[in-house]
């Protein structure tokens, strides 16, 4: 039988009707001949809510009771998307994780896949139950903990199934309909896209744009999965939504394709830290240890250096705002136990990185000209600057994000077809 991974995102799962919604979709693949696997997310704000529970109740949390309390959402949409085709005559039955067993790394709160054996599902198929409904965003370690993937995780169950089962399709449903060259929310001048090469959306996703899992494009591009995003609210077919697919499938030639931004971001600065071989390892080694996703860096001649007899720089350096208690923590343990020293730490919560991301830059030269041209324009200044060989993205202050996510929308002209 040709089978179909369906996954159904938190809004498409929000409500009963939703629910009914969704397993009409799921339906009407099994009426085509689909044997289909259903990948569920947790009601809308579920998640949400249960990370604030755990977080109450105990903020410097066991990770491992974390993942037990925050899994347990998609359980719930899992029983109810089976009961609800079951009610339509689709003979169905949903597994939690540890029922495949989905087997992850330990990493609880940010575990990975390490295999999906196919033996449960497979005698299950053959029976002749054409849905298999899986919990998604959870699985079990080798120690027999509940885990899960970190947030949005579903997506990457989705695209593990469909790699290990063959599937035809990846599709994932959710509350837009499709991939836009910017967050529809942000801008209505967004366009959507027919395609968008791994690349590309790999780098966007894992630059903010959240409507696919970075791990999930990952995941898809290792094991040639065709994935595709669509809307769970309009009606569908195989030309709905936007694929996901090889650079060479796709005829349009735009240098950018996308901006993403990430709003919640912080900038650090070690004033006066000494400029020696080692130092960068020194600060960066312990930050990485605490967990501390360090995003952007940079080093440059410290205003004091007239002030000192050895050479001193400044380390500046920005990661996601809820870790900055971490790695001020993490510093200054370094700073204590005589491994570094700086005058100060100055930390800046207010900032948010914008991005373009386009294959184009590889062969095209001025992108970034006219990025910072664009933002120039509109008066936001620009704190710290990264380019890799498809990205340039720029750190500035929180308030101008969505001005500057216009503006440069605007400034690459994504709103007309290349
Ligand atoms: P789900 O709950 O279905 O997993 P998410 O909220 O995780 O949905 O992802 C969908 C959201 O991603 C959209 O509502 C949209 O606001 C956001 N988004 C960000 N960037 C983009 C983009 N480039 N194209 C489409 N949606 C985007
Ligand atoms: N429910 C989880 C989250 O909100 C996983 C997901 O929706 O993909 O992060
Ligand atoms: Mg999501």
Redesign the pocket.
Known sequence: MPLLVMKF????VANLERIRNAAQKVRAEVARGYDVIVIV?AM?GKTNELVGWVNETSPMYDAREYDAVVSSGENVTAGLMALTLQEMDVPARSWQGWQVPIQTTSAHGAARFIDIPRANLDAKFAEGFKVAVIAGFQGVSAEGRITTLGR?G??TTAVAFAAAFGAERCDIY???D????????ITSK?RKLDKISFEEMLE?ASLG???LQTRSVELAMRYKVRLRVLSSFDDTDETSGTLVCDEDEIMESKVVS?V?YSREEAKLTLVTVEDRPGIAAAIFGPLSDAGVNVDMIVQNISEKSQDHEKPVTDMTFSCPVDQVARARKALEAARDAGQISYETLEIDTDAAKVSVVGIGMRSHAGVAARMFRALAEEGVNIKVIATSEIKISVLIDRKYMELAVQALHDAFELDKAG
């Open positions: 995102g938190g809004t498409s997310s809308s949005g579903s997506d959710t509350d837009v499709g991939i836009y060259t910017t967050d529809p929310r967004a966007l744009a959240k409507v996308g993403a």
